[in-house]
């Protein structure tokens, strides 16, 4: 009886006070709280979370390049990695449109706009200049190739350009798995050396999360309040349902074509979705999210490759975000958009949606973008009703966007057989089998 209580016991300190999640849910909290009692305090908590998003582009690059030349020069073929490519690609086009989709479809349903009753001249052109007047190509297929290319080879590790280190380092895998010859094993050891070495300075750095997340919180409810959140709870709530359907219905759905359950599987990533929604950066569990997969099954290849590219062209839960918000405004300043109107959204927004990760403001510059495009039908100046709110979907996006693609490196991974499926399946059944070496 003795040594029973003393397993629950071991049990209940290994979830709770050893536990990274169980911090970071009590720095949740803590920060909300902080930032309810004493706002102008807690605005000047906004360091923490700087500092740490910033340990963490430095960690991210690195560990993304390592794994992904590891990844494909441990392939049989380089002729997997086109496959592996061509897959995810065909993958994401297919999820991006039914995301972009939902947010049309459920901003026309629950109608969270209408009856707002707002009036264009009311609003400050000022207050979006920065994000209308810029380059308007952001999204297009030549901006993208654009920002593809690194100036110099060190920027892109230090600025967290995640779409360069990509580029860079599958020229690189290109290059050694074609010309590497004998000497390819000799070329990884030193490569999985250094990949190991960054891994364990990021599960160090990861232990910090709570104090990241008590400081973006403090700092999110301090600047903006929860008034914030009242007087767009309707938008809110609406982007809340889009994102839990989209993940649970398209995505479960999805994984039910490969007799996986999406609910094991959300209880398979629950730390890293936790860390995403703290910290609002989809970034802070992007080498963990690689790191478990792996161990759960998926190859290194695969998740090397599909995921760090999904952070540029498959951002589901934006995709939601767009164009839900575009709705939204229509309904709010009563401008009637007929259904040729809402498929030009959701086509342009197929476009203007990809490639703008990386770039200040993005959201709302693609948005401006997409407004343009429509031929006035709306005003660009009414996306400036969605700056205070915005700061409050930026986590159900982190979110929705992690889970996103983490389904997009399991599904290429299965249709490509480049997934250990019974290793797998064993890791949903039983998630704490897996030796989680970053989020404890």
């Known amino acids: 009886m003795e040594n029973i209580e003393n397993v629950e016991k071991r049990n209940w300190t290994n979830y709770t006070i050893k536990s990274l999640a169980f911090w970071v849910v009590v720095a949740i909290i803590a920060g909300i709280v902080f930032g309810m009692v004493d706002p102008k305090l807690a605005v000047q908590a906004k360091p923490g979370i700087d500092w740490f998003i910033q340990g963490l582009k430095w960690l991210v690059g690195p560990i993304i390049f390592l794994t992904i030349i590891s990844g494909i020069v441990g392939l049989k073929s380089l002729k997997e990695v086109g496959s592996i490519g061509f897959k995810a690609f065909i993958y994401f086009e297919i999820v991006s449109t039914f995301a972009l989709a939902i947010g049309v479809l459920f901003g026309n349903w629950f109608a969270p706009g209408t009856g707002m009753n707002l009036s264009v001249e009311s609003l400050d052109p000022k207050s979006v200049e920065k994000f209308t007047n810029v380059n308007q190509d952001v999204g297009s297929v030549w901006a993208i190739l654009k920002g593809a290319i690194p100036n110099d080879p060190i920027t892109p590790f230090l600025n967290g350009q995640t779409l360069q280190v990509l580029v860079m380092a599958l020229t690189l895998a290109v290059l050694i798995s074609a010309f590497g010859g004998a000497y390819k094993e000799k070329i990884l050891k030193p490569i999985e050396i250094?990949?190991?070495?960054?891994?364990?300075?990021?599960?160090?750095?990861?232990?910090?999360?709570?104090?990241?997340?008590?400081?973006?919180?403090?700092?999110?409810?301090?600047?903006?309040?929860?008034?914030?959140?009242?007087?767009?709870?309707?938008?809110?709530?609406?982007?809340?349902?889009?994102?839990?359907?989209?993940?649970?219905?398209?995505?479960?759905?999805?994984?039910?074509?490969?007799?996986?359950?999406?609910?094991?599987?959300?209880?398979?990533?629950?730390?890293?979705?936790?860390?995403?929604?703290?910290?609002?950066?989809?970034?802070?569990?992007?080498?963990?999210?690689?790191?478990?997969?792996?161990?759960?099954?998926?190859?290194?290849?695969?998740?090397?490759?599909?995921?760090?590219?999904?952070?540029?062209?498959?951002?589901?839960?934006?995709?939601?975000?767009?164009?839900?918000?575009?709705?939204?405004?229509?309904?709010?300043f009563n401008i009637p958009l007929t259904i040729g109107e809402q498929l030009s959204i959701i086509l342009i927004l197929m476009i203007t949606s990809k490639g703008a990760v990386g770039v200040t403001g993005s959201g709302f510059i693609v948005l401006a973008g997409t407004l343009s495009a429509l031929g006035g039908a709306i005003p660009v100046v009414t996306v400036a009703v969605l700056l205070g709110v915005d700061k409050f979907m930026s986590e159900m996006r982190a979110v929705g966007n992690l889970c996103g693609n983490a389904v997009a490196a399991v599904v290429v991974g299965a249709w490509d057989k480049q997934i250990d499926m019974e290793k797998f399946r064993y890791s949903l059944d039983n998630p704490d089998s897996i030796k989680d070496e970053i989020l404890g």
């Open 194 to 332: 250094a990949q190991n070495f960054f891994f364990k300075i990021l599960t160090v750095l990861m232990w910090l999360s709570p104090i990241a997340s008590f400081s973006a919180m403090s700092f999110l409810i301090g600047k903006f309040g929860i008034a914030s959140l009242i007087n767009m709870a309707s938008l809110l709530g609406v982007m809340f349902i889009s994102v839990i359907t989209f993940i649970f219905v398209v995505l479960g759905i999805i994984l039910a074509m490969f007799k996986i359950n999406i609910f094991k599987f959300m209880r398979l990533i629950y730390k890293e979705v936790l860390i995403v929604f703290a910290t609002s950066s989809s970034e802070s569990a992007l080498a963990p999210l690689m790191k478990k997969l792996e161990s759960a099954g998926v190859s290194r290849g695969t998740t090397g490759l599909v995921i760090p590219t999904g952070y540029s062209f498959n951002l589901d839960s934006t995709n939601i975000y767009l164009s839900l918000a575009i709705i939204f405004i229509a309904q709010a």
